[in-house]
Structures are given as structure tokens and as C-alpha cells.
């Protein structure tokens, strides 16, 4: 899903595209501390904008947080894929948990993000999920040749 920042045909003014990224930030770094349920008043406000600033950029919370958490989940697959090309597969398959472990360690959102992966009907994020399916299918092939 695409933000709707992404679809518009004319550049954003720099305000705009300030408004945005400090939004994101405050996303990342709300949701690594507290989680993906932080509310979206709070994101706002650490952000230093209005929920209706926040609403017109993002227009929904899962817009929001597929935006804020993509780079993760990416890192995540790149990770996997990394370590699956490992000539010796016990020891990809060793730093892809200790890597992700690290991953998780400084993002509960990430974390919170993989439980939902390993449970999709409860997922409010489906398409931040789709970034990374290629990960746990990736371990599993990596356990057959360990």
C-alpha cells in the first residue's frame, strides 16, 4: 500500500514533507519503545504536529505503520537472505537468529510485527507483513541443510 503522499502528482511543499518524516520518526522511535499500539495521538505529539496533520498524511494507522516499519522488516529479509547463502548453514543459520535477536532487541514494534507474521488473522498489518514472508520460509530451508 502506497501513502497517499506517494500518489499525489505535485511535489509536497517542504513544510509538508517535514511534517511527514518527523512523523515517521516519531512512529520509529514510539514504536520500537512502546510497541504498535502506541496512540496515534501520542505519535502526533511527538512529533510536534496535530492528529489531523498526522490523518492527512497517513489515513490509517496501518498506513502509518507500514511506512515507519518498512526499513525493519526489510533488514530482517535481507538478514535471512544474507545468512541463507552462508556456505556453512549451521552458522548462517546461528547469526540469523542472533541477528534478528538483535533486531528485536532495539524494536518492539519489530518484534510485535514477527508475532503477528507467525499468527497473520490477527495481524492489523498485512501490508508490512508481505515484506518479509520470504523470512521464516528462508529459516526453514536453512534447518534442511543444517
Known amino acids: ?19 511527514r518524516e518527523r512523523i515517521l520518526d516519531g512512529a ?6 512502546e510497541g504498535l499500539t502506541v496512540p496515534v495521538r501520542e505519535i502526533a505529539r511527538h512529533a510536534g504536529v496535530g492528529p489531523a496533520t498526522l490523518y492527512r498524511r497517513f489515513p490509517t494507522e496501518q498506513t502509518l505503520a507500514t511506512e515507519a516499519l518498512t526499513d525493519e522488516m526489510r ?19 546461528c547469526l540469523v537468529i542472533e541477528k534478528t ?8 514494534g519489530c518484534t510485535e510485527l514477527q508475532a503477528f507474521q507467525a499468527s497473520p488473522q490477527h495481524s492489523p498489518l ?3 507483513a508481505r515484506l518479509a514472508p520470504a523470512a521464516p520460509r528462508g529459516i526453514t530451508s536453512m534447518e534442511g541443510r543444517a
Request: with cysteine; charged share 35%.
Open 126 to 128: 498485512p501490508p508490512v
Open 101 to 108: 535477536c538483535e533486531l528485536h532487541a532495539r524494536s518492539r
Open 28 to 33: 520509529r522511535a514510539l514504536f520500537a519503545t
Open 75 to 93: 533488514a530482517c529479509r535481507a538478514i535471512v537472505d544474507e545468512e541463507r547463502a552462508a556456505p556453512d548453514p549451521r552458522r548462517g543459520f
Open 1 to 19: 500500500m502506497r501513502a497517499v503522499t506517494d500518489r499525489l502528482s505535485h511535489p509536497l511543499r517542504s513544510d509538508t514533507s517535514d511534517n
